[in-house]
């Protein structure tokens, strides 16, 4: 990780540091315990995701998909808020058992404040409706950051740092029964690991209870068409998993 890197991901850190010692000091003392978290809310699983003690307390204390979109505002946490055009959280049913996880906006992504609606999504939409018989409205679709990086190149990692509180509570508000995490910076920012996605795909693991499948991001398959037989196999080990007929490929 270059300097740069190092002190963006460092500056992220320390303001989710600052927003949870502020959020301690509101209850009169640093240390003192929280009172016991709300009962789950419906769609919410018991296995999903804990609070995340970086959290701003905003974020950690929504109850809904909505109340979280509204924590994270006109978010200028990372150096990619000056370089888009939309924020884009995620779309789909607020309490679907089947969630895809992307990387990030591309650019029609960022010009729809919609995620998946480029060429990609036009492939992961194949995927849903025509090889799981699902709408893209059963599901809930988002991904790791929630800007576009510019000209579409990685996301480094104080900005994945910046928005992964964002994705956690997305995930542990929606509770899905299974993950799908779309390619190598959505499997591994989840997992916690930097395990290459050719390692991992194909192979269910667990994220806080909850099952992950990582497989290939459909703008890989864009380039690499002959995968396109690998995905399918993964998706129908999630739609066992669903109890799901598979369909038309």
């Not at 190092?6 to 640093?30: D, F, I, K, M, N």
């Not at 003690?53 to 809904?64: G, K, M, N, S, W």
């Not at 607020?94 to 990609?120: I, K, S, T």
Request: glycine content about 10%.
């Amino acid at each position: 990780m270059g300097d740069r890197g190092s002190q963006g991901r460092l500056a992220a850190l320390a303001t989710a540091l600052r927003a949870h010692v502020e959020y301690q000091a509101e209850l009169g003392e640093l240390g003192v315990l929280r009172p016991a978290p709300p009962a789950p809310t419906p769609g919410a699983c018991a296995g999903a995701a804990p609070r995340d003690l970086f959290a701003e307390p905003a974020v950690a204390q929504a109850a809904t998909l909505e109340a979280l979109r509204a924590a994270i505002g006109d978010c200028r946490r990372c150096k990619l808020a000056p370089h888009r055009t939309r924020l884009v959280f995620g779309v789909g049913n607020p309490g679907a058992r089947l969630a895809f996880v992307g990387e990030g906006p591309g650019y029609d992504e960022d010009l729809q404040g919609e995620p998946f609606v480029g060429r990609a999504g036009q492939l992961l939409t194949e995927i849903i409706t025509r090889g799981m018989r699902l709408r893209r409205e059963d599901v809930y679709i988002c991904n790791v950051v929630k800007c576009r990086p510019p000209g579409n190149r990685n996301p480094e990692p104080d900005e994945v740092a910046a928005c992964e509180p964002f994705l956690r509570r997305q995930i542990e508000l929606i509770g899905p029964e299974v993950i799908v995490a779309l390619g190598k910076f959505a499997a591994q920012t989840l997992l916690e690991t930097k395990t290459p996605i050719t390692k991992l795909r194909g192979c269910w693991a667990d994220y806080h209870g909850i099952r992950l499948m990582p497989t290939f991001h459909p703008a890989y398959l864009l380039r690499n068409p002959g995968d396109k037989r690998l995905v399918w196999e993964d998706i129908q080990k999630v739609m066992r998993v669903l109890g799901l007929e598979p369909g038309r490929r």
